[in-house]
C-alpha cells in the first residue's frame, strides 16, 4: 500500500507513530518560517506541518507544490500547538521526513473545497473534481449506506435479489421508451425498461415468491431537479399476499433505512389517507404532512352575495396563513402575482385579515359585512392574527394552484423542516382516467393494477368510479414509492386491455407472453417501486436527485462531461438500418 493510514485516520493516540500519507494537496500556506499542507482523501484531511525542525529543502519543494497534486507524505504525528475543533484529525498533524509528487496536477477550474466558486454547469462538466468536494462525496455515500441497508433489510424478509434484462420489447406503460436498434434484425428494435414490471410479475408465476433489485430504470420524458432520464428504483414483488401484507414489510424497509443512515426512528403504523382526501384537503396526491394549513371549501358561505368571481365559481377554497395578519399590501400584492404565474394558474387572490383585535378587513369588504366574513374565518377554524387566503375557479386547477400557495406559504413561514419527516400512505385511487381529448380511459397507474373486488361490477357501468387497490407512498411532499396488488386472472387482465383500448390482438402482441403465463397458475400478488435516488435526496436534505447520482444528466438531459448524447458514425447508423 502507498499508505499506512487515511487523512481522516489519526489522533492523539497515534502521537509518535511513523505514518504514511497519500491524498490531494488541498491548500499550501506558508508563512516564511512555517509551511503548512492540507493533504485530503475520500477520509477527510490531515495538517502536514514544515517547520524549523524540517529541513529547508524540504520546505523548499512543499513551495512548489500547486492545488490537487498527488502526495505521498511520510512522516511522524506529532500533538498540533493551535487545535481545530471542526477537524476530526484537528488535535494532530503530520511532521514529514519525506514528500513525493505521486502526479502533478493542472489548476483546478474551480476551487474544490465544500463551498465550490464554480457554478453548477461547470461542476458537472468536471464531475471527476466536484466528486472531491466533502459535500458530493457525502453524498455518495449516504447512497452507499442505504443501499446497503435496503440489502440487509430485503434478505433478513427472505426477498431474493434477481437481474432482469435492460434489452427489451416496448411496450406502452405511460411514459414514452428509450429505444435501441438491432443491427442483427434490421428495423427492429429493443426498449430499455420503464421498470421491470411484467418481469416481476413473471417471476411470481415462476414462483419465486418474494422478489427485489435495486434497478436501473428509463424514461423519456420531460426533466425537473427531481427526475432523469435514467434512475433507480427498489423494485420489489410478492406473492400470496394481500395490501396491508405489502405496506407493513414496506413500512419496516422505510424505517430501518432512516435508523441506519439518519439514526431516527419513524413512528408506526405510518398515517394512511385517501387519494379522495388528499385532494380535498391539499390539492394533492402527494401532500406534504410537516405541517396544517388544509383547505377549507367556502363556496356554500361566499356564494349569493354579488361577487360575481364567487357566484360563478365551481370552487371556492381557501387556507390559514398562521400570524399572517400584519402582512403589508406590498407582501399581499405580490402573493397575488405569485399565484397568477402560468405554472400556478390562479386569476387572482382574495385575503381576509383576522386582526389580533378581533377585528376584520378583507379584499372584498364592498360585497360582505365583517359578520359573514367572520363565518368565513370560523369555518377555517382562523384565530386572531391570522390571514385566509382564497381562490376560486374550476374545482380541480383551483384546488391544485391552492395547494402550490399552501406549500410557498409553508416555504415562507420555515413550516417545512428538512430534517422533520411526515410520512403517509396515500389509497384508492381510481384505477382508471378518462382524456376528453381522445375520448378513451386510461390507467392511473398501469394497466396491471387490480381493482377492488366489491368494484369490479363497475367497470362495465361507471369505469370512473372503480377504486385501485393501489398505495403510494409520500414522504414530505414527495412521492417516494407506489404499487399495488396486481391483477393475477387473465380474463380480468384482458378485460382491462378492453377498456383501454386495445383489441385482443393489440394486447396478445403487446403483453400475450404475460396473459399466457397467467394460464399456467399465477399466483395472487402485488408490490411496489420506490425511488431510490428520490429517498437519497430526502435523507440528505436536498432538492434535487442529481445530488445523489455519481454521474448525472443536466435538465436538458446532456451529459456535458462526456457530451453525450452525439452522434455516432454513419457506418454504425449504415449497420443499424438508420
Not at 318 to 329: D, F, K, L, N, Q
Request: hydrophobic share 40%.
Amino acid at each position: 500500500m502507498l499508505r499506512s493510514h487515511t487523512c481522516g485516520q489519526l489522533r492523539l493516540a497515534d502521537v509518535g507513530t511513523p505514518v504514511t500519507l497519500a491524498g490531494w494537496v488541498q491548500r499550501v500556506r506558508d508563512k516564511g518560517s512555517v509551511v503548512w499542507i492540507d493533504l485530503r482523501d475520500r477520509y477527510g484531511i490531515t495538517q502536514i506541518v514544515l517547520n524549523e525542525d524540517v529541513p529547508e529543502a524540504l520546505r523548499a519543494q512543499a513551495r512548489t507544490l500547486g492545488r490537487e497534486f498527488v502526495l505521498q507524505v511520510q512522516g511522524r504525528v506529532v500533538e498540533r500547538y493551535s487545535k481545530n475543533p471542526q477537524m476530526p484529525t484537528g488535535d494532530v498533524e503530520v511532521l514529514p521526513e519525506r514528500l513525493h509528487v505521486l502526479n502533478e496536477s493542472k489548476t483546478p477550474p474551480f476551487v474544490i473545497e465544500d463551498e465550490a466558486d464554480g457554478g453548477e454547469d461547470l461542476r458537472a462538466k468536471y464531475r471527476y473534481l466536484d466528486i472531491r468536494r466533502a459535500p458530493v462525496r457525502e453524498a455518495l455515500l449516504l447512497r452507499h449506506r442505504a443501499a446497503q441497508s435496503v440489502r440487509r433489510y430485503m434478505d433478513g424478509q427472505g426477498f431474493v435479489e434477481v437481474e432482469t434484462p435492460v434489452l427489451i420489447k416496448s411496450t406502452p406503460e405511460g411514459a414514452r421508451d428509450f429505444v435501441v436498434p438491432s443491427r442483427i434484425h434490421p428495423g427492429q428494435f429493443y426498449a430499455l425498461p420503464q421498470s421491470p414490471q411484467t418481469f416481476k410479475q413473471l417471476l411470481m408465476v415462476a414462483g419465486m415468491d418474494r422478489y427485489f433489485q435495486i434497478v436501473k430504470c428509463f424514461r423519456d420524458e420531460d426533466l425537473r431537479a427531481d427526475r432523469q432520464p435514467e434512475f433507480t428504483q427498489i423494485d420489489c414483488e410478492m406473492s400470496f399476499v394481500e395490501r396491508d401484507d405489502v405496506l407493513d414489510t414496506f413500512e419496516g424497509l422505510i424505517c430501518q433505512l432512516w435508523q441506519d443512515t439518519l439514526g431516527i426512528e419513524l413512528p408506526r403504523p405510518f398515517a394512511r389517507m385517501s387519494y379522495a382526501d388528499a385532494e380535498r384537503l391539499y390539492g394533492s396526491d402527494k401532500p406534504d404532512l410537516r405541517f396544517g394549513m388544509t383547505f377549507c371549501e367556502l363556496k356554500g358561505l361566499a356564494a349569493g352575495h354579488g361577487f360575481g368571481v364567487f357566484d360563478q365559481a365551481e370552487y371556492v377554497g381557501g387556507i390559514v396563513a398562521p400570524g399572517c395578519a400584519g402582512y403589508t399590501r406590498k407582501q399581499v400584492d405580490e402573493l397575488t402575482e405569485w399565484v397568477k404565474r402560468p405554472q400556478i394558474g390562479a386569476t387572482g387572490l382574495v385575503y381576509v385579515r383576522y386582526e389580533a383585535d378581533g377585528s376584520v378587513k378583507s379584499s372584498v369588504d364592498k360585497f360582505y359585512t365583517p359578520e359573514v366574513l367572520k363565518t368565513w374565518l370560523e369555518a377555517a377554524q382562523a384565530q386572531p392574527g391570522d390571514l385566509l387566503l382564497i381562490l376560486a375557479g374550476p374545482a380541480a386547477k383551483t384546488r391544485k394552484a391552492l395547494g402550490e400557495l399552501r406549500l410557498e406559504m409553508g416555504t415562507r413561514l420555515g413550516l417545512r423542516d428538512k430534517a422533520s419527516f411526515a410520512v403517509s400512505w396515500v389509497l384508492d385511487f381510481p384505477l382508471l382516467e378518462y382524456n376528453e381529448e381522445d375520448g378513451r380511459w386510461y390507467a392511473m397507474h398501469h394497466p396491471f393494477t387490480s381493482p377492488y373486488p366489491e368494484d369490479i361490477a363497475l367497470l362495465d357501468t361507471d369505469p370512473g368510479r372503480v377504486r385501485a387497490n393501489a398505495y403510494d407512498l409520500v414522504i414530505n411532499g414527495y412521492e417516494v414509492g407506489g404499487g399495488s396488488i396486481r391483477i393475477h386472472d387473465k380474463a380480468l387482465q384482458a378485460r382491462m386491455f378492453d377498456i383501454l383500448g386495445f383489441s385482443p390482438e393489440e394486447a396478445q402482441a403487446q403483453f400475450g407472453f404475460l396473459m399466457n403465463a397467467f394460464e399456467y397458475g399465477a399466483p395472487p400478488h402485488g408490490g411496489l417501486a420506490f425511488g431510490f435516488d428520490r429517498l437519497c435526496m430526502i435523507l440528505g436534505g436536498s432538492e434535487s436527485i442529481r445530488d445523489y447520482i455519481a454521474f448525472p444528466k443536466n435538465n436538458a438531459g446532456r451529459d456535458v462531461m462526456i457530451d453525450s448524447p452525439s452522434e455516432i458514425e454513419p457506418k454504425l447508423k449504415k449497420e443499424l438500418g438508420l
